[in-house]
């Protein structure tokens, strides 16, 4: 994810063009509600996306439209989705999730296919983890995981323990142990992984650069 400055020059997460800015509704007020709920400053909500506090500050009072990447982005850290930050009312719920139904997302090289319903408590998802990247962040935040070694090799670290997990491997474990979830093999890992989805300010606190990254 980009860094922004405050200053003039242009930004890249800004809407494409005014058709985009047009089909938006003003969600500044649903992003000024979810941060102060989910107890976060101006300024660490603004690292955590990536942006600067005075970038955030005029999304949030309606002087910028966001980007739908910047939607998704600030979603993830307020435990939400980009349908309920634009208003949408929710379809009646599908307990089957098709393959293909949706397409993959990438943030750092991880690559995540949903594999759950969304909105749900437990959040499903196929991931897969490249070998060596800054997300391999210590993260601390409430609920628990669950996560099953589909292909390749992962590297887990709970609290100052490391295991190493082969294929058909799989680990349960509270979250609010200090964690970090690695590949272990050159051509990354496979794996199914379950979480509870907190809706808390403490959720999603990483220890590093304290940059929350998508998980």
């Known amino acids: 994810m980009e860094h922004l400055s405050a200053g003039p020059s242009p930004d890249p997460l800004a ?33 955590r996306a990536g942006l600067s506090p005075a970038h955030l500050s005029r999304l949030e009072t309606g002087r910028r439209q966001p980007s739908l990447p910047m939607l998704l982005a600030l979603a993830r850290i307020y435990g939400t989705t980009v349908s309920a930050l634009l208003g949408e009312v929710p379809a009646e719920r599908d307990p089957v999730i098709r393959a293909g139904r949706s397409e993959p997302v990438e943030a750092d090289g991880w690559i995540y296919h949903q594999a759950g319903g969304p909105g749900r408590a437990l959040q499903a998802l196929r991931v897969h983890v490249p070998y060596a990247t800054r997300s391999d962040l210590v993260r601390v935040h409430p609920g628990e995981e669950w996560l099953h070694v589909v292909a390749g ?15 058909g491997d799989s680990a349960h474990f509270d979250s609010l142990t200090p964690h970090r979830i690695g590949a272990a093999t050159s051509g990354g890992a496979d794996l199914l992984f379950v979480h509870t989805l907190m809706q808390s300010p403490a959720a999603e606190t990483c220890l590093g650069d304290g940059t929350a990254l998508p998980r």
């Open 153 to 167: 090799r992962v590297r887990l670290s709970l609290a100052d323990a490391v295991h190493v997990l082969d294929p």
């Open 15 to 47: 809407p494409d063009g005014p058709d985009e800015a047009a089909v938006l509704p003003d969600v500044a007020p649903q992003l000024r509600g979810l941060r102060r709920r989910r107890g976060l400053t101006l300024e660490a909500a603004a690292r």
